[in-house]
């Protein structure tokens, strides 16, 4: 494994224990990741990309979808395309949120790029920027 | 045919039945004693969790199913011949998948199995047994039956999803679909309907709205589930499978007030055969294709753009029916030159 792609299944795996200790107390949460751990349980495709994080409780009342960048990642339009696909999708729902797990000093331009990403139609979803060492 | 004795069998004293047809079929192609590896591979169970197929429970899900039980439910069936040979006539998959557990290593006391012991059956017997296990076996749950139990489990007896999950097999993608589905039907659906309206076999339909895109594009294009409820109560998708067309149909603005107003193969239909005006029907294909070649070269980045984004816009396939068609033109005429 690379070091860049290392660097990536760090940002997912801090990503997946963030989101399970902010929401797995929830009932009937669950929890879909891109990691060797959730074996088949892979996120869904939204918008043509397939996040790395896909969370809600069953039956549905909330969302969440989680994405990992490392900061050369970050600046590439496919990440914008990503980003904006998976805000779009959350946009549609009632309580969508969205996290954006990047290197502790990435942390600034990501916030910048989400912030970006949100449409300035008022749109109600919940984005949070995790930084990490 | 006696009723035989039910009994905990050592698995090391049971022979898989190398006749039993699943293993033959497999082995018939194989010389002298087949190997273990040749015999799971026969029993399919190296296979995965590939989708069930017609509700069938793959290999991979009875292997999670009986980690999660610490056992099996139902004994295998197992005949003592007359010189003392144990051999399993049914329930072979389970027996290999204990001795694996062992060969493995598996947390657990896997050394010995529940088995109902037959005496010196006749090849009729084994036979009857074979038959009734695979060729009638157990009447399964409709689709229906099974997600209201897992919603009941979850919603009325509280038991959590994880529990659910492994009891299941360790499928969480089929577990939480089939809730969402159920829940769906009776949130949106059960609400519009008379008693005597409701039906389950519309299930596979809430099973389908399950799909992002399918969901997606019903939020998107401003309708909500319960117009989807009312879709599915009024007959404008009869069809339940093309439930998998609607984003196209309700990406369409024809195509989607054909659909609201008649059903969906009508709306299919518009969005099959776009209409085109009076001048481009009469234009010549010299003239179309210099047409498009210009407004391809001169397609601004904001549409590109989208198009990258959009990958099932209903634009992107008429390019792909264009560049096919015109490949195939200039083939031709290549060929006549």
Same mark, same amino acid.
């Given at each position: 494994?690379?070091?860049?792609s290392?660097a ?17 107390h929830?009932?009937?949460f ?5 990691h060797?751990?959730?074996g088949?349980d892979?996120?869904p ?6 996040p790395?994080l896909?969370?809600?409780?069953v ?5 969440i ?12 339009e496919?990440?914008h ?11 549609l729902?009632?309580?969508g ?21 949100l449409?300035?139609?008022g ?6 920027v995790?930084?990490?060492? | 045919?006696?009723s035989g004795?039910?009994?905990?069998l050592? %698995?090391?004293?049971i022979?898989?039945?190398k006749t ?5 079929r497999?082995?018939?192609a ?6 273990s590896?040749? %015999?799971a ?5 190296t296979g995965g969790s590939g989708d069930d197929?017609k509700?069938t429970?793959?290999p991979?899900?009875?292997r ?9 439910m139902?004994p295998?069936i197992?005949?003592r ?7 399993c006539i049914e ?8 001795k694996s ?7 657990g006391d ?5 088995a109902?012991?037959?005496d ?13 296990a695979h060729l009638v ?5 409709d ?12 919603h ?6 994880d ?9 969480r =993608?089929?577990?939480?679909?089939a809730?969402?589905a159920?829940s769906?039907?009776?949130t949106?659906?059960r ?5 005597d309206?409701?039906?389950?076999e519309?299930?596979?339909?809430f099973?389908?709205l399950q799909?992002t ?5 019903i ?6 589930l319960?117009?989807?409820a009312?879709w599915i =109560?009024?007959?404008n %998708?009869k069809n339940l ?6 984003p196209?149909?309700?990406?369409d603005?024809?195509a989607?007030?054909v659909?609201?107003k ?7 239909d518009?969005?099959?055969?776009p209409?085109?005006?009076?001048g481009?029907k009469?234009?010549?294909v010299?003239?179309?294709?210099r047409?498009l ?9 904001e549409?590109l =753009?989208r ?5 099932d816009?209903?634009?992107v396939r008429?390019?792909e ?6 490949y195939y ?6 060929r006549?030159?």
């Amino acid at each position: 494994m690379s070091g860049e792609s290392r660097a990536h299944t760090n940002l997912v795996e801090n990503l997946i224990d963030a989101v399970e200790s902010r929401h797995k107390h929830l009932r009937g949460f669950t929890m879909f990741a891109d990691h060797h751990s959730f074996g088949n349980d892979r996120p869904p495709m939204i918008g043509g990309f397939t996040p790395d994080l896909f969370a809600s409780d069953v039956p549905e009342s909330f969302r969440i979808i989680g994405e990992a960048k490392t900061s050369l990642d970050l600046d590439n339009e496919r990440t914008h395309f990503q980003i904006r696909a998976f805000l779009e999708h959350l946009s549609l729902r009632p309580n969508g949120m969205f996290y954006l797990a990047v290197p502790l000093f990435a942390g600034p331009r990501a916030r910048y790029l989400v912030k970006s990403c949100l449409k300035s139609d008022g749109t109600k979803v919940i984005t949070e920027v995790l930084t990490f060492l | 045919m006696n009723s035989g004795s039910l009994t905990l069998l050592p %698995i090391h004293t049971i022979e898989l039945d190398k006749t039993n047809p699943r293993i033959r079929r497999f082995l018939e192609a194989y010389q002298g004693e087949p190997t273990s590896d040749q %015999i799971a591979l026969a029993l399919d169970v190296t296979g995965g969790s590939g989708d069930d197929q017609k509700g069938t429970t793959t290999p991979e899900k009875l292997r999670n199913s009986i980690l999660t039980n610490r056992g099996i439910m139902q004994p295998i069936i197992v005949h003592r011949h007359s010189d003392g040979r144990l051999v399993c006539i049914e329930g072979n998959t389970r027996l290999y998948i204990y001795k694996s557990f062992v060969a493995e290593d598996v947390a657990g006391d896997w050394t010995m199995i529940p088995a109902l012991v037959h005496d010196e059956l006749s090849a009729f017997d084994v036979d009857a047994i074979r038959l009734q296990a695979h060729l009638v076996g157990p009447r399964p749950w409709d689709a229906y039956s099974k997600a209201k139990y897992l919603w009941e489990l979850q919603h009325h007896q509280l038991m959590p999803l994880d529990r659910i999950v492994s009891l299941c097999g360790g499928s969480r =993608r089929d577990v939480t679909l089939a809730i969402q589905a159920y829940s769906d039907m009776e949130t949106y659906y059960r609400p519009i309907c008379d008693e005597d309206d409701y039906n389950t076999e519309k299930y596979s339909g809430f099973v389908e709205l399950q799909n992002t895109r399918v969901k997606d594009s019903i939020l998107r294009a401003g309708f909500s589930l319960s117009d989807f409820a009312q879709w599915i =109560r009024k007959g404008n %998708i009869k069809n339940l499978e093309k439930i998998r067309q609607l984003p196209r149909v309700l990406g369409d603005k024809r195509a989607r007030e054909v659909f609201i107003k008649k059903d969906i193969k009508a709306a299919l239909d518009v969005v099959e055969k776009p209409e085109l005006s009076v001048g481009l029907k009469g234009a010549t294909v010299g003239q179309l294709a210099r047409a498009l070649t210009e407004a391809a070269n001169s397609i601004k980045i904001e549409d590109l =753009r989208r198009l990258q984004e959009n990958p099932d816009d209903d634009v992107v396939r008429y390019i792909e029916d264009a560049f096919e068609a015109l490949y195939y033109l200039l083939k031709q005429i290549q060929r006549g030159a």
